[in-house]
């Protein structure tokens, strides 16, 4: 009977971990979000705060960009499917106080889509506010309002 309650001990031991190792890992899509750096609102060409499987792959402000045209994707410079503007498909608002708002049109006009500090969408083309606000309705530029 000891050799049984070992066995038990060390399962329980086993299955105590493996919840554990469960509870502390952070859902994915959040964890890639805190690669958008603080004081900052983050922007990625695709889905989950990535480009191209990389999570440091986005186009950052920290007060704003009048044009997107001409920026490209962290670590895909002058990499010709790599321009942000109008291609955005995830955001995120690292700032450290405000509210950030993306616009359809440079010159932050346009139909716009604010996150308040500490939040995002990791996929407009699911987006319910505007519907279907994602790289078909461009993002073109951003700003802290």
Not at 90 to 96: A, T
Request: with cysteine; proline share 2%.
């Amino acid at each position: 009977m000891r050799k049984n309650d070992r066995m038990l001990g060390v399962l329980a031991t086993g299955f105590l971990l493996a919840g554990l190792g469960s509870v502390t890992q952070a859902p994915e899509s959040h964890a890639a979000s805190s690669h958008c750096p603080t004081a900052y609102a983050c922007i990625w060409k695709d889905k989950d705060y990535s480009t191209s499987g990389s999570g440091n792959g986005w186009v950052a402000f920290q007060y704003s960009i009048v044009n997107y045209s001409g920026w490209y994707y962290n670590g895909f410079a002058h990499t010709g499917s790599y321009s942000a503007d109008n291609s955005a498909t995830s955001i995120f608002n690292q700032g450290v106080t405000s509210t950030a708002c993306w616009y359809k049109l440079a010159n932050y006009s346009g139909t716009q889509t604010c996150m308040t500090r500490g939040s995002g969408r990791n996929n407009l083309a699911t987006s319910v506010s505007p519907i279907g606000f994602n790289d078909v309705i461009v993002i073109s530029s951003g700003r802290f309002v």
